[in-house]
Nanobody, 118 residues
Framework: QVELVESGGGWVQPGGSLRLSCAAS????????MGWYRQAPGKERELVAI????????NYGDSVKGRFFISRDNAKKTVYLQMNGLKPEDTAVYYCHIERAWDWATTWGQGTQVTVSS
């Protein structure tokens, strides 16, 4: 079955860094663009970053441009999100997503919590 497992979240002080990982299984990983999204309490889920199938094309939400970087390793079937210069407003649950899998029942991971505070 399709499965996405996020990891790497935790607590960090403002200005710190974290790297999130999303391990994928149950589908041909290299055929799909992948994305990271986040959702803070009381807010709608928002796009953080998307990466194309080979890693050569990326898009970022305006609030994270220049600070966050998405990458993927197709051999390891894993997508990463390097987060630098973290701010309290980055606090959210971060979710991994399979892009363009329109008819799939499962396209989201369960999420990993990132908390940025002093």
């Amino acid at each position: 079955q399709v499965e996405l497992v996020e990891s790497g979240g935790g607590w960090v002080q403002p200005g710190g860094s974290l790297r999130l990982s999303c391990a994928a299984s149950g589908f041909t990983f290299s055929m799909y663009a992948m994305g990271w999204y986040r959702q803070a309490p009381g807010k709608e889920r928002e796009l953080v970053a998307i990466i194309g199938t080979s890693g050569g094309s990326t898009n970022y939400g305006d609030s994270v441009k220049g600070r966050f970087f998405i990458s993927r390793d197709n051999a390891k079937k894993t997508v990463y999100l390097q987060m630098n210069g973290l701010k309290p407003e980055d606090t959210a649950v971060y979710y991994c997503h399979i892009e363009r899998a329109w008819d799939w029942a499962t396209t989201w991971g369960q999420g990993t919590q990132v908390t940025v505070s002093s």
